[in-house]
């Protein structure tokens, strides 16, 4: 069985760490990892911990929730893995990395379905056995395409939601049913190149690194907090297909990190920036 994990985000005070693993050690759980974080600026504290035993940890965060500071967020994922849904368009890349991930067992979550506005990667889809979803955004107002997109992921309640490469813009409301529990991916040439075809335009400006950027989803598009970034070099040898290939790489890997950060609960938010235990 996965250990259970616990996360700890408040104000930081002497003892913090004592005091949680006390309560751990007095109701008999076993420390397997701890991981802690001060940030000075703000006196804030971090903690993620992962812990066995051999009962169901119920009483433990009311436990916590008594001796911490005021306004602690303390959360207990025991040892499940957390459902999440896949929302794509029609490039197959990073929905395939996270299919195969999943089949092979690499990734800590259950992807329950993926939903889409085209038809085009169904089959790709049904080929994992999972649920498979077109909502056609065609001759619709974006609300009433995004409602209908959300009543099938309420049928899923997932924790999370994963945009591989999902090539609609999503409206507040939207991103409000899901606070901070949606990651996207992009190319990391924004925002030098803007618009369609970034790596044509990064040809052209005869760039030298490639790199993409898995985020957090906000109001702000393409702006949230940063889970996971990578690059690759490429030179002039590189044409444009060569450098779409080469992009499309860098973000399924990228991707795939970020998701299996976020599900192992390794990932804090604080501010607009991420607190991340590896």
Excluded: W
Excluded at 120 to 126: F, I, N, Y
Excluded at 194 to 207: D, L, M, N, S, T
Excluded at 242 to 267: H, S
């Amino acid at each position: 069985m996965a250990p259970h994990i616990l996360r700890i985000d408040c104000p930081d005070e002497p003892g913090l760490v004592h005091k949680i693993t006390g309560v751990l050690y007095n109701a008999g759980y076993n420390v397997l990892s701890n991981q802690e974080f001060v940030d000075l600026e703000s006196q804030h504290f971090f903690m993620r911990t992962a812990f066995e035993g051999p009962t169901t940890p119920d009483r433990v965060v009311s436990y916590l929730e008594q001796i911490l500071p005021k306004n602690a967020v303390v959360k207990l994922t025991a040892g499940e893995h957390q459902p999440l849904v896949i929302m794509a368009t029609t490039e197959a890349h990073c929905l395939g990395d996270l299919l195969i991930r999943y089949y092979s067992g690499e990734l800590p979550g259950e992807i329950r379905a993926v939903v889409s506005n085209h038809e085009k990667l169904k089959s790709l889809v049904e080929q994992f056995g999972i649920p498979f979803h077109c909502i056609s955004h065609q001759n619709l107002e974006r609300t009433v395409h995004e409602d209908r997109v959300a009543d099938v992921l309420a049928g899923y309640t997932p924790e999370y939601i994963v945009l591989a490469k999902y090539m609609r813009i999503l409206s507040p409301k939207f991103v409000a049913r899901y606070p901070d529990r949606m990651i996207n991916i992009h190319h990391s040439f924004l925002p030098a190149f803007i618009g369609a075809k970034p790596y044509h335009q990064a040809h052209e400006r005869g760039v030298k690194i490639i790199g993409a950027t898995a985020h957090i989803v906000t109001d702000d598009l393409d702006t949230g907090p940063i889970i996971a970034q990578g690059v690759i070099p490429v030179n002039h040898t590189h044409t444009a297909a060569a450098m779409v290939q080469a992009g499309r790489d860098v973000e399924k890997i990228v991707l795939a990190r970020a998701v299996k950060l976020v599900l192992e609960e390794r990932v804090f938010l604080h501010g607009n920036r991420t607190i991340i235990f590896e």
